[in-house]
């Protein structure tokens, strides 16, 4: 079973810039693909951005270009850099994992607040 634990979310003025880590614990074998989504209130949980095994990196068009997921496969974490932050980011950031033959896991969330 993975274990997921994000870190890095604050309050924010518009413009500025953040950057998320989700540092994950336990088997790996079976990880597809790592991601992060989000939550602003009253809204649908929505994809922000995944990266796959291979380093294949994917966006929601509203991040694209100013958000950038990477990784470091020795620390076994995820991060998230986000620049140019507007009003509109924020919400409760979860970092998941989806495992083969297992489904997706969620982190337990870090809010990330951006002021105007």
């Known amino acids: 079973q993975v274990q997921l634990v994000e870190s890095g979310g604050g309050l924010v003025q518009a413009g500025g810039s953040l950057r998320l880590s989700c540092a994950a614990s336990g088997s790996f074998f079976n990880i597809i693909t790592m991601g992060w989504y989000r939550q602003a209130p009253g809204k649908q949980r929505e994809l922000v951005a995944t990266?796959?095994?291979?380093?294949?990196?994917n966006y929601a068009d509203s991040v694209r270009g100013r958000f950038t997921i990477s990784r470091d496969t020795a620390k076994n974490t995820v991060y998230l850099q986000m620049n140019t932050l507007k009003p509109e980011d924020t919400g409760v950031y979860y970092c998941?994992?989806?495992?083969?033959?297992?489904?997706?896991?969620w982190g337990q969330g870090t809010q990330v607040t951006v002021s105007s």
């Open positions: 990266i796959t095994r291979a380093g294949s990196a």
């Open positions: 998941a994992a989806d495992l083969l033959l297992v489904g997706r896991v």
